[in-house]
């Protein structure tokens, strides 16, 4: 069954078991710090790429920050799909942004280094050369996690953004491979020899305690990690004295729950202590159901990326079983009177080892409907039956 508007009268009345709470947004502590965030972030991956007018961008910006909001989070290859007309300007968006302002202080600017890509050309993106050098044609770097390779990411980022120092700079993904993108078996034949010993993981974190010794960086966090990678880096921190990585951003949602495994014991206060900052919550947009239904505008991210030929982007988010668990989703949605989007975003803000759910938007009304979804508490017989759909569907966006 496909979602469909409910009626006013049937919503309202449906709706009153999922009444908004007052006190939210919450606000979090992220990890073993004392950093608080709402728990609302405002992702920007799609500033200059889809959401192309650096004003819209801004008001979008300004908008987030008039709700309550406070927690932005950025990457140096932003904007998405990666292309390199375009690559570094989510950044710079948000630098020109931040420059018209007072208010600096009490924002939480969260951005990434990038590692190497498995199966594609080990540079950096250009526009780290770029903002340092000052030269439109300087040549890419190498795309790895050194020690100078990082120093420079990070300068290269600050001048972006027109800032001081960041909150959270975080690795991006492993320097190592790792199962990504919707794959789960690690694979020990595509780990390069040495690529998972005691120095890499050592080098990476002495190299974020340099960043925090110089106040470029506040805190520091990881990215696309498996339970391994956690533990490794949790580990290097005690060992050399540096503060440990107070964040995790990984792929999560009603049809990737793997994160609720091994990873969820590993990052628990108890142990680790690593918040969750959840990406693609909602599935690339597939969750709201506006795919199934039609009613997807030619801007809509699987539309756009059409339209510039790469159709394979994010091509977990739309397989057959993701679109059989998201018409369920859907179904229960409309028969407690909410959005389909609301409802996953909802349930996503229920989790226990939530930190942040980042939010994405195209426009003003957008980033209010996603907002506003932090507000509804589910009843315990919907989470039920959220669980009873995922048993039937379980994480179908896995791809191996």
Not at 72 to 89: F, S
Not at 379 to 393: C, G, P, Q
Request: hydrophobic fraction near 40%; glycine fraction near 8%.
């Amino acid at each position: 069954q496909t979602w469909a508007p409910a009626s006013e009268a049937r919503r309202q009345s449906l709706i009153a078991a999922h009444m908004p709470s007052q006190a939210r947004p919450r606000r979090r502590t992220l990890g073993s710090s004392s950093l608080e965030v709402c728990e609302v972030c405002l992702g920007t991956m799609t500033m200059g790429s889809m959401t192309a007018d650096e004003g819209d961008c801004h008001e979008i910006l300004s908008k987030y920050v008039e709700l309550g909001g406070d927690f932005l989070d950025c990457a140096e290859m932003y904007p998405v799909p990666v292309q390199e007309k375009w690559v570094g300007r989510s950044e710079e968006i948000i630098g020109t942004w931040l420059a018209g302002r007072s208010d600096r202080d009490r924002l939480v600017i969260a951005t990434k280094v990038v590692g190497p890509r498995a199966g594609a050309k080990k540079e950096a993106p250009p526009s780290r050369e770029r903002a340092l050098d000052g030269d439109p044609q300087a040549a890419p770097s190498e795309a790895d996690l050194t020690r100078a390779q990082i120093l420079r990411a990070c300068d290269a980022s600050l001048k972006r953004l027109q800032t001081t120092h960041i909150d959270l700079y975080q690795i991006h993904w492993p320097e190592r491979w790792v199962p990504k993108w919707g794959e789960s078996q690690y694979v020990a034949a595509k780990a390069e020899a040495g690529a998972h010993t005691l120095e890499g993981f050592d080098a990476v974190v002495s190299t974020m305690g340099e960043l925090l010794s110089s106040g470029k960086i506040k805190h520091w966090g990881l990215s696309n990690e498996t339970t391994f990678g956690v533990c490794m880096f949790v580990e290097a921190s005690r060992r050399l004295g540096v503060a440990p990585p107070i964040s995790i951003q990984n792929d999560f949602s009603l049809c990737f729950r793997t994160f609720e495994s091994e990873l969820a014991e590993a990052c628990a206060p108890a142990h680790c202590n690593v918040s969750l900052l959840a990406y693609g919550v909602l599935n690339g947009g597939a969750l709201s159901g506006k795919y199934l239904d039609g009613s997807a505008s030619p801007g809509a991210r699987f539309n756009f990326v059409q339209q510039l030929d790469m159709g394979g982007f994010q091509g977990r988010y739309k397989g057959e079983q993701s679109n059989a668990a998201i018409r369920e989703y859907a179904a229960l949605a409309q028969s407690i009177g909410v959005q389909p989007a609301a409802l996953a975003q909802a349930w996503a803000y229920s989790r226990e080892y939530m930190g942040a759910v980042i939010i994405g938007a195209t426009s003003v009304a957008q980033l209010e409907a996603n907002w506003a979804a932090a507000k509804l508490e589910l009843s315990a017989d919907t989470l039920a039956k959220i669980d009873e759909i995922h048993v039937r569907h379980r994480n179908p966006n896995l791809t191996d």
